[in-house]
């Protein structure tokens, strides 16, 4: 079996921070972004389907940005995760 060395690094950086610590609010981003980092790894590599392009003139794109903006505007006050503005593109869709 075929190690994947991209894995590996992003699980020992991970590991390290979280052992070693940190300022909490900049721990949580580094872990957030490594996570991303991580899951697009994956996405990337590991899946059986291929992405649909989406160009930033389609009209589902400008209604997404839309809303993403309306709600950065009204929640500049707190910590914005991108999960949280996923959450906000995925409630849109239903």
């Known amino acids: 079996m075929r190690v994947d060395q991209n894995i590996e690094q992003i699980g020992m950086m991970l590991l390290s921070k979280l052992q070693n610590g ?48 309306e709600f950065i505007d009204s929640s500049l006050d707190q910590e914005i995760k991108l999960s949280d503005l996923a959450e906000l593109v995925t409630q849109c869709d239903r």
């Open 22 to 69: 940190g300022i909490a609010g900049k721990l949580y981003l580094y872990v957030e972004s490594l996570t991303n980092v991580l899951a697009i790894h994956l996405l990337r590599n590991y899946t059986t389907t291929q992405p649909t392009l989406i160009l930033p003139g389609d009209s589902w794109v400008s209604y997404h940005m839309k809303q993403i903006m």
